[in-house]
């Protein structure tokens, strides 16, 4: 048994600086992503978080370029792209698309520019691969502190609003005349999104940021039909498969073809899928409601 | 003076008391420079149940707007319990037409119908042996208490208009505010919803303002009707308000109103060419096969 756990956990994975960081940054960011994502989808803003992910690119290749920590790239055109949304017209469910698409238009194109420059000025791909496809474990330890900051923010606003969210993503008439100022909710919310998927956009990559958003919370809600339950699945799940997906990226560091590692992203994200697709799976997904339904119809 | 506008007189003259739950005076809206709704006028007294009727475009919507204050009237006032209506006005619950959600949500009957009692608040609901009790309560009392750890969105449309009424009742409302609850529903959900909410009114001293643009389903229940037509309403008894005279001065144009086995039917033409029937009223019922309801 210790041997087989020897095998699986390499020693020094949790002595491993680089590994601790990436563990505590990657947990909490999956964490948030998780949370804020199963209202993504209960809202219908898959576009959205995506575009806003991918539009993160533009911000971090750009502080790649001037060299600021990217971190600050991605929350800042987050923020800024979530509010071009809004102003835009990302209220209105048929603005929606066209408001999210032309956001995300505008942006990689600058990001094209950006990432163009910076591999040209500095002859390398690095920046290109970290901004687009991740960079867990060169996270600086003096960032974890910032990332901690910015995820209590994003999950203190879903939590905070999480009755009137609900309510405006059954209907955002009832919510209007219930007294929720549906405009400013939507918009904080958004904001929260435009976080949570930049500080993923650091750990697994702006291109891969929305699988940690929209899967987990794909995969919880086949397990619950209990929304508060649900958020607390998405939240975990997005934990499990990161933390699972850097022990895995450790202990590729031997495995063919390279002998330099598989990339930690991959692993996040495939996980991501596979549990997805193990929720749909007849005898783990859809607990109790369908039944409840057959027995009625039954009876 | 027409008799739709003696009808409207005469509620108003009665709508002068106090105990009108709901008081519509004067009302205009202009939108884009046409106008939508004018001079609208009627009242609703506790427990009564009244159905806001007319086809599409006939300002139906517009006026359940400025009812919930989502609209402000370019004339007139909104008096609800007596007061001018704020903007959040708890006494009233409100039904929408339709829900957004995806029949995938995680969302249970019982959570919509928890928002409905403190929906508008920060933070998360905490879960107590009393909110639990009284959601059941209110679940049953719709008839939903079977699907009440059902998904929202996998209801039918009928089980999704019990579960937003009991959503809506939870608060305690004093009126209740329907948008065309009975479209896309089947012929038996219809009478269903109908008699939950007719016996709601009546047993709770709730009133119910219901729009539909088929009047048909609501006779055996109606104590009034407010009839919209060409953004002009009259309001009144069915007796009172649908008939030849009064409708054929509302659509500016000659209808006729006929009675079929306890049914209505408002046709436009002469009776010199072939009658077209007006809006969907006529259409939909001209084919509709069902009993007598009486």
């Known amino acids: ?299 | 003076m027409t008799t739709g506008q003696q009808a409207a007189t005469t509620d108003r003259q009665l709508a002068g008391s106090s105990a009108d739950i709901l008081a519509v005076d004067g009302v205009s809206v202009r939108l884009a420079g046409r106008e939508v709704l004018r001079d609208v006028r009627f009242a609703i007294r506790p427990g009564e149940f009244v159905g806001l009727i007319g086809s599409n475009g006939a300002g139906k919507t517009t006026l359940l707007r400025v009812i919930l204050g989502l609209q402000q009237p370019s004339a007139g006032t909104v008096r609800i319990d007596g007061s001018d209506r704020g903007r959040h006005a708890p006494a009233i619950g409100y039904v929408p037409q339709k829900i957004l959600l995806d029949p995938d949500m995680p969302l249970r009957a019982r959570d919509l119908v928890g928002l409905g009692l403190d929906g508008h608040r920060l933070g998360i609901p905490l879960p107590s042996r009393g909110r639990r009790q009284l959601i059941d309560e209110m679940l049953r009392a719709v008839g939903a208490g079977l699907f009440g750890d059902e998904r929202v969105g996998n209801l039918s449309g009928g089980e999704q208009q019990r579960v937003l009424i009991a959503h809506a009742l939870i608060s305690r409302p004093r009126l209740l505010l329907l948008d065309e609850p009975l479209a896309n529903l089947d012929i038996r959900s219809e009478q269903e919803i109908v008699g939950l909410l007719a016996r709601i009114a009546r047993e709770q001293r709730i009133s119910v303002l219901l729009s539909a643009h088929e009047m048909n389903p609501l006779l055996p229940v109606m104590d009034r009707v407010v009839y919209l037509a060409a953004g002009r309403a009259a309001s009144g008894t069915t007796d009172e308000v649908v008939r030849t005279e009064v409708l054929s001065k509302l659509y500016g144009q000659h209808v006729d109103v006929i009675h079929v086995h306890g049914r209505i039917l408002v046709v436009a033409g002469r009776g010199d060419g072939p009658a077209e029937p007006v809006g969907e009223d006529g259409a939909h019922c001209a084919v509709q096969a069902v009993p007598d309801w009486q």
């Open chain 1, 1 to 299: 048994m210790t041997h087989l756990l020897r095998m699986i956990v390499e020693p020094g994975f949790f002595g491993n600086g680089p590994v601790r960081v990436a563990l505590i940054a990657g947990g909490v960011v999956a964490l948030v992503s998780g949370v804020v994502g199963m209202f993504t989808v209960l809202r219908g803003q898959s576009f959205a978080g995506h575009a806003l992910a991918d539009v993160g690119a533009t911000g971090g290749s750009g502080a790649f370029l001037v060299g600021v920590n990217p971190l600050w790239g991605f929350v800042g055109i987050g923020v800024v792209a979530a509010g071009v949304m809004e102003m835009i017209g990302i209220r209105r469910p048929r603005g929606r698309d066209v408001a999210t698409g032309i956001v995300l238009g505008a942006g990689l194109g600058l990001a094209a520019l950006f990432l163009y420059w910076g591999t040209t000025f500095t002859n390398t791909t690095g920046a290109t691969i970290s901004v687009l496809f991740g960079s867990m474990f060169v996270i600086s330890a003096s960032t974890v502190p910032v990332i901690v900051a910015f995820s209590l923010l994003a999950l203190a606003v879903v939590v905070l609003l999480y009755r009137p969210l609900l309510l405006s993503s059954v209907s955002t008439y009832i919510a209007t005349v219930r007294g929720v100022p549906v405009r400013i909710t939507g918009v904080l919310y958004l904001l929260a999104m435009a976080v949570a998927v930049s500080l993923a956009a650091l750990t697994i990559g702006a291109i891969l940021s929305t699988a940690l958003l929209v899967g987990p919370a794909a995969t919880a809600m086949r397990l619950t039909s209990k929304t508060g339950l649900a958020v607390l699945w998405s939240g975990l799940i997005g934990v499990a498969a990161t933390w699972l997906g850097i022990l895995l990226a450790y202990d590729s560091f031997y495995w063919p073809p390279a002998q330099h590692g598989w990339p930690v992203s991959f692993f996040v994200v495939t996980l991501v899928f596979v549990f997805y697709l193990l929720a749909q799976l007849p005898m783990i997904g859809r607990a109790g409601g369908g039944r409840a339904r057959q027995a009625r119809a039954g009876g």
